[in-house]
């Protein structure tokens, strides 16, 4: 999930809270990082 803080936007995991990355100065930007780390997520080992 994506969360506006004062300092600026940040990534944060939606059952832990952790911070993902960030602060980033945009949304978009935000939105980006929060793609890559889906794509880990999902992304399985050989």
Avoid: C, D, W
């Amino acid at each position: 999930m994506i969360v506006k803080k004062q300092e600026g936007y940040f990534v944060l995991s939606e059952k832990t809270k952790r911070n993902l990355g960030g602060p980033y100065k945009t949304e978009e930007e935000a939105k980006k990082r929060l793609r890559q780390v889906e794509f880990f997520k999902h992304t399985k080992k050989a």
